[in-house]
């Protein structure tokens, strides 16, 4: 996969191995180390998002009813699509896909399809009739070097958050197939039985320099390039050689010992994305209901009445009407709260005895008298009962 987007000088060259010699690359990684990864996720299903240092990679994941082959009735498909746009690198044409892109998605269709990393009999819905097609579209945004493990990592997030929809198989002959919207039933997510990571080396003075996830001037200057596809499990999945200089098979042993490494720790990036992703969108279908606001009630105010001659008490009811009324003077109406406020809490014990409340309505010289009967002013008068207590005329 030939890349012109930097061509190096005879000086510029000679200071890259020089520099990989003595175990230093020009980004200041060392020769086994990644460049920042990040993962983020749109916000349908089945999309994700890749920036590995400079090279930045969109997935997208799509799925149709389609007939099944004729040797696998039973089975769905999988399908790779890479697309490289110029304003990836001006060396990318638009139009038919080059040799590069050709490349790339075969490397990665070997990785996940032959794998049998996606479970395709799960994507099977009548036998010989209806499978299940899931397509993967890459799209390279921008190339700064090592496309493969970049689109490979994306194609893995963009499939482990992807749902299809639900569809049951039904009508008269029982071979007609109803797909469910998903606000009617959940879509399904698909069967994922491992994670193939594909991990990139660059070869350099005849193989001896070997360095992981190269730059795109690293590719510039490079004598060879290796791609070993590993699970977390350290299985070998593929691996391709694509040409350049020969390679000696303990230094392809190192690499793979090296790739099993480097795929448990970028599958447990992807793991930790995907459950960010899934928990941060459960939390958003969550239905939150609105806070009950507090309602104003009617309270019905009752007052006792006491009669000096030891006649029944009787109890008037006011309606609230009667009670605007009454305290249309804002004057009486501050002195009534003022009054309320300085009064005491009543405790349980005593409610034992009835306080008297005189109407608003009355006359002046019987809330005196009342005042005089209900508080005592002896002993004597303090023992007797209320209503056997004398008046004391001046």
Partial sequence: MEHLRWRPSVNEREFIETALQSDLRVDGRHSFDFRKLRISF?????????????????????????????????????????????????????GRPGESAIELGRVIDRGLRESRAVDMESLCVVAGKHVWSVRVDLHI?????NLID???????????TFRRPECTVGGDDGQQVIVHDPEVRDPLPL??????????????????????????KEEAVMG????????????????????????????????????????????????????????????????????MLPQKINVIDVTMEDKVDGELETQTV?????????????????????????QPMLTESSNAEVKI????????????EAQEIGSPKSLKDAIKPKHKRKKNKK
């Fill in 224 to 291: 060879g390039r290796m791609t070993a596809t590993i699970n977390s499990n350290g299985d070998i999945c593929a691996i391709q050689k694509a040409g350049g200089e020969g390679v000696m098979s303990s230094v392809v042993m190192q690499c793979l010992r090296i790739a099993s490494v480097k795929a448990a720790d970028i599958t447990s990036k992807i793991k930790k994305a995907v459950d960010s992703y899934t928990t941060e969108k459960a939390l958003k279908k969550v239905k939150r209901l609105p806070a």
């Fill in 191 to 216: 069967t994922i039985h491992h994670m193939p990571i594909a991990v990139t080396f660059a070869y350099f003075g005849e193989g001896n320099i070997v360095v992981v996830d190269p730059t795109y």
């Fill in 42 to 94: 749109g916000r349908e299903d089945g999309s994700s998002e890749v920036q590995l240092g400079e090279t930045h990679v969109l997935g997208y994941v799509t799925a149709q009813l389609v007939q099944p082959y004729r040797d696998r009735p039973n089975e769905g498909t999988l399908a790779i699509f890479t697309e490289f746009s110029p304003m990836a690198d001006p060396a990318f044409e638009p």
């Fill in 318 to 342: 006011k309606t609230p009407s009667e009670v605007q009324e009454i305290n249309k003077d804002p004057a009486t109406t501050g002195k009534a709260r003022s009054h309320e406020e300085a």
């Fill in 357 to 368: 409340i005189t109407s608003s309505s009355g006359a002046v010289g019987e809330s005196e």
């Fill in 141 to 145: 945004l921008d190339n700064g070097g």
């Fill in 150 to 160: 970049a689109a490979n990592i994306a194609a893995l997030a963009a499939l482990s």
